[in-house]
């Protein structure tokens, strides 16, 4: 069945740290990096799938990652309120950058 597996490991990583970035105040600049690293490593297993043309990937897997995506950005700038932290500055905007397009 093409579309996302919401059980496997990786998703259920990413919807934890997620909800855990979103919800503890106690996050920081690199558990905020640490998530995105794994967004963006699941981002390009989709990619070289749709490249290989499996019929995994649907449109939709990828409107849910740009809301995960979203709801980083959200995240990352209330951390970087009590800490400015240069490299998540810099991935804060790329984000935003990518969420543009």
Do not use: H, Y
């Not at 105040?25 to 990096?33: N, V, W």
């Amino acid at each position: 069945m093409p579309g996302m597996n919401k059980s496997s490991r990786t998703i259920s990583l990413i919807l934890a740290l997620l909800a855990r970035l979103e919800t503890d105040e106690s996050s920081t600049a690199l558990d905020a990096l640490g998530l995105l690293d794994e967004i963006r490593r699941l981002r390009r297993k989709w990619d070289e799938q749709v490249a290989a043309n499996s019929p995994r990937r649907i449109e939709a897997d990828f409107r849910e990652m740009n809301g995960w995506l979203r709801r980083w950005a959200i995240a990352a700038k209330r951390i970087l309120a009590s800490d400015d932290e240069p490299q998540l500055r810099q991935a804060l905007d790329a984000v935003r950058g990518d969420l543009d397009q």
